[in-house]
């Protein structure tokens, strides 16, 4: 009778770790971020943004070679320009759909998404002349940041990478280069500037 009642219980508990494990593959298989893994290295896997704060920021031009990017001592072609904005943003909180569940997985593509949430507003400030314009002159509104939106209107930083890359709307008529100040205004009323000069930007 005994061993009746132990074989009974066995069976039990072989039962209960087989409903647990199965539960347990297919909470795995459901907080899977894997869903439609494209052609684009740079897909988001998730719309919803991290709450974070800035802590940095440094100044970084393209073209991207040779793994690095260009300094003010290169010589690059217009059209291959960009202006890019490295951030160092420390996380507040995680979002739901980056839960660290064990075994959650995530696709190749995927680049995290933030919420910052301490920086009102970005600008650019000419450190020196350029095609016209005296040094001085918030330019913003030269720079496009996504989608025809100009930097001098970016107010939402609420689903930012970590860079942040634009592209200069005028371009010069003579081989010159690009001098400016980077202002990050925080809400606690301060600011973060960086100066830094482009490469040389060549007309052709």
Do not use: H
């Amino acid at each position: 009778m005994k061993d009746s009642k132990i074989l009974i219980f066995g069976r039990k508990n072989i039962q209960a770790t087989l409903l647990l494990s199965f539960s347990y593959m297919a909470i795995l298989v459901l907080n899977a971020c894997i869903e439609n893994v494209d052609s684009n290295p740079f897909g988001e896997c998730s719309k919803v943004g991290l709450k974070s704060n800035l802590k940095d920021f440094e100044v970084l031009y393209q073209p991207y070679e040779n793994e690095k990017y260009s300094t003010e001592a290169d010589k690059v072609i217009f059209k291959n320009f960009r202006f890019n904005l490295s951030l160092t943003i420390e996380q507040i909180s995680q979002s739901y759909s980056t839960f660290n569940f064990p075994g959650n997985a995530y696709a190749l593509s995927c680049v995290a998404l933030f919420d910052v949430r301490n920086v009102s507003n970005i600008a650019i400030i000419l450190a020196a002349p350029y095609e016209g314009i005296q040094t001085g002159t918030d330019v913003s509104y030269l720079f496009e940041v996504q989608n025809d939106i100009r930097l001098s209107e970016f107010r939402d930083f609420s689903k930012i990478s970590s860079i942040i890359s634009m592209t200069l709307q005028r371009a010069p008529t003579s081989n010159t280069q690009l001098k400016t100040k980077t202002i990050v205004f925080f809400k606690n009323g301060t600011q973060k500037i960086v100066e830094s000069t482009s490469p040389t930007l060549l007309i052709n």
